[in-house]
């Protein structure tokens, strides 16, 4: 049985829940996004992700159990496994295997390689549980060297004409992204706090970053590119009386009708540690499961699926899975 309680996933066979929005006695994290990641007595975690678990629960006594990519371990009857999900720094999803199949739980992932972290790993299983945030036809990105491009062209631009431009970015994975991607074409960049603590775990996990400078009020001179987390919105203290460029990260720039970018920012750049439309379908083909079951994204996209004559089901609050 695999029951989602309260909006959370708990596999009782397995006494775990998954991706728990509530702190639990045993949870498994897939990765330390905030809407995924909670401080329970025991985190069960990759060995990367606990590294950004550390830094997000600070002080809350949590016993991890870490595992590597591809290394399983028994539990009960059952055999789990971590590999990676491409999405951030040690994002993983979780094969469950036993006597009834392969479950795969995937979590946030994306296919394709980026410049800050590898691509999802897609296992054969018979039932996937997938994320589906893109699952819109619309939601097609462009080829990540061209956004790259665009950004680093944008960024050139503003600092020619003496403007600061500063790119909004979650403070783990889509920041370390847009500094590897500006960084690595030279130019300055200088990072919000939260930002450079989370690329310095990187560093300390092996990822090779261009540096950055960590931001300081004091020292900011205006002729550096800005990270800066979307939840600090309001500019920062540096560059009042500057003129500024603003631009987001987010992969909802593609469909311009949702302009979910706008916010304020002046321009958006579809830079997305997701899957998109076609990757969210390629991931299916490669896995091959019998029955797809979807959370996290659009409803309709279990219809899509159906129609293409695909086992799928959104995953509806309290629904009792019988799968173990
Ligand atoms: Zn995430």
């Not at 045993?26 to 329970?40: K, L």
Request: aromatic share 10%; net charge neutral.
């Amino acid at each position: 049985m695999f029951a989602l309680v309260e909006k959370s996933l708990y596999v009782p066979a397995l006494d775990l829940w998954i991706d728990s929005l509530r702190p639990r006695e045993r949870g498994y994290v897939s990765h330390g996004h905030a809407d995924h990641a909670r401080a329970h007595e025991t985190v069960v975690t990759s060995v990367d992700s606990a590294r950004i678990c550390k830094l997000r629960f600070r002080d809350a006594e949590v016993r991890f159990e870490t595992h590597a990519y591809n290394e399983p371990w028994q539990l009960g009857e059952h055999r789990l496994t971590l590999f990676s999900a491409g999405h951030v720094l040690g994002s993983s999803q979780l094969l469950i295997e036993g006597e009834h199949g392969a479950f795969v739980y995937t979590g946030d992932f994306k296919l394709e390689p980026s410049f800050s972290i590898g691509p999802a790993e897609v296992k054969r299983c018979d039932v996937v549980l997938m994320e589906c945030t893109y699952g819109r036809p619309q939601y097609v990105f462009p080829p990540r060297a061209e956004i790259a491009g665009a950004m680093v062209a944008w960024a050139t631009r503003a600092l020619e004409d003496g403007a600061v431009p500063i790119f909004y970015a979650y403070s783990l994975g889509k920041a370390q992204e847009a500094l590897a991607i500006l960084g690595g074409a030279g130019l300055p960049v200088t990072a919000h706090g939260a930002i450079a603590t989370i690329s310095q775990a990187y560093l300390e996990a092996g990822v090779s970053l261009p540096a950055c400078e960590r931001y300081d009020a004091e020292r900011f001179d205006g002729l550096r590119v800005l990270l800066w987390p979307p939840s600090g919105r309001s500019l920062p203290k540096a560059v009042r009386g500057r003129a500024v460029r603003t631009a987001s990260l987010t992969g909802w720039s593609v469909a311009r009708e949702t302009r979910a970018w706008g916010g304020g920012a002046d321009t958006g750049f579809p830079l997305s540690d997701h899957a998109d439309f076609p990757s969210l379908l390629r991931y299916l083909e490669l896995a091959q499961p019998k029955r797809v079951l979807l959370n996290h994204g659009w409803k309709d996209f279990a219809q899509r699926l159906r129609r293409l004559g695909i086992d799928a089901e959104y995953l509806e609050a309290n629904a009792q899975l019988a799968l173990f």
